[in-house]
């Protein structure tokens, strides 16, 4: 399933990442962020919504190794920030769709506001559609869920395709496999 979401979402211009483990993810986060300025340029920044968190990637870990970092997301500093980390819930392989419970506006301001998204993604979370999705999805624990697919874009200025103009220009989707005992989400008979 996961090829299948990754040539969807790389099919509207995101990036997709995958790796064996968190730890591999830090390590190329870290390295993705010093090669975006965040570590050593003024007023190059990222924000990362460390909640919910994510399973083996801890941004306390980033702690001192990038100063351009923090967890203390405002709608000041995201407004400000390069880069935004956040995790999503799902991955919908039929669209490259990730989508997200934003409920926490923390996790909005991280996604939307900076030039940059960095998504992450346990790869045992991909469902195959939709509709595989929506029993996961009730009004009592879902009250804000955002459905991210590739960049922002619009053509509705003279029906010419314009990215970024009402969110990130860039979508960078690292994908991680969890504990192999995990299972994705199953279609629940209707």
């Not at 690292?174 to 629940?188: F, I, M, N, S, Y």
């Amino acid at each position: 399933m996961f090829e299948s979401f990754k040539s969807r979402a790389e099919a509207v211009s995101a990036e997709v990442h995958r790796f064996a483990n968190g730890s591999e993810a830090s390590r190329f986060l870290s390295d993705f962020l010093v090669r975006e300025g965040v570590a050593d340029q003024p007023g190059k920044r990222a924000v990362w919504s460390a909640a919910p968190e994510f399973p083996g990637i801890d941004p306390g870990s980033f702690a001192g190794k990038i100063p351009g970092l923090t967890v203390d997301v405002t709608k000041e500093k995201a407004a400000e920030a390069k880069v935004g980390i956040s995790a999503v819930e799902w991955g919908l392989a039929d669209t490259g769709t990730l989508v997200q419970d934003a409920s926490d506006v923390k996790l909005r301001l991280a996604s939307t506001l900076p030039e940059i998204h960095v998504a992450l993604l346990r790869t045992g979370r991909i469902v195959p559609d939709l509709q595989a999705l929506l029993p996961s999805l009730t009004p009592e624990s879902s009250r804000y869920i955002a459905f991210i697919t590739g960049p922002s874009r619009t053509a509705d200025i003279e029906r010419v395709l314009t990215i970024g103009v009402h969110g990130p220009v860039r979508l960078v989707v690292l994908a991680v496999d969890g504990d192999p005992a995990e299972k994705p989400a199953e279609r629940r008979p209707s």
